[in-house]
């Protein structure tokens, strides 16, 4: 997927594809001007936005796997921040505690068992209780592997309630973090400072904040779902565990449906085709 960006030179729009270091070194197509883009968004962000256009654009099989990318991106985002959390309220500069975390994270890089344990126990020691939708009900397992892996077509509407699955989870732990997201981010201003360092004289550098869907709950609109009535929260189906499965996947798909109501038509700007 790429983004538009505007020349600073001449207000030409160009497209870049986004990249894995969300820096992006870019030369004009019509007057040569070198820039830098420098896009303030997290990984397990751009792949969530990612699933969001291929859905959209009716790619419900591609989506499936940019969704769930998403998760086990935003479980190291998590495990990153809770690490850079615990070391801001020591003596260890964050420029060393990052360099050990990623020395760290090189261990369990290419295992997503071993990740997903880190989390795990990331999440025990910062929130005190067990991760108790560390499911394969409740993550959504089994749908995603067949998909993935037996080459299941799903259909769009099976993978909206996937979609609003992952996005309720990652909102929530988001939620949950608070201030403690706060780590991370820095982590990456502080190697955009060192790529900005780095540019040669005449280089414009420029920050920018993305349209993503997890954006809705910072710099936009959405509040958190208010809490309902119990008589709501109660319907009349077979089984108490049934009502609740089935009124949690309602607010879940109520949640992902307002986001995407928000910045779903922001991000049909982010995708492929440029000015001529």
Known sequence: ??????????GRENRAE?????????TCVRCGARYCVLVRKQKFEVLFDLGTRALMDGYAREAVASFAAALERFFE?????????????????????????????????SQSERQLGMFALAYLLRQGH???????????????????????????TDVEAYAAQVFALIDRLLTELG?????????????????????????????????????????????PMPKPAKSAAQ??????????????QAQQQALFQRALAERGELLKGFKGGGAA
């Open 1 to 10: 997927m790429d983004f538009p960006t505007t020349c600073p030179t001449c």
């Open 18 to 26: 986004y990249a894995d270091s969300s820096v992006h070194d870019l």
């Open 77 to 109: 985002f998590y495990v990153r921040s809770y690490a850079l959390e615990r070391a801001s309220d020591t003596a260890v500069d964050v420029e060393e505690a990052t360099a050990a975390l990623s020395g760290t994270w090189r261990h369990v890089a």
């Open 130 to 156: 067990e991760p108790d939708f560390l499911t394969p009900a409740a993550l959504g397992t089994d749908f995603r592997n067949r998909v993935i892996h037996r080459g299941e077509l799903p259909t769009r």
């Open 179 to 223: 201030g403690g997201a706060k780590q991370a981010e820095l982590a990456q201003e502080l190697a955009f400072a060192r790529h900005i360092a780095a540019l040669p004289d005449g280089v414009t550098a420029v920050f920018e904040e993305h349209p993503g869907m997890f954006r809705a709950r910072r710099f936009g609109t959405l509040a």
């Open 235 to 248: 319907p009349t189906l077979k089984s108490s565990m049934n009502s609740a499965r089935a009124y949690q």
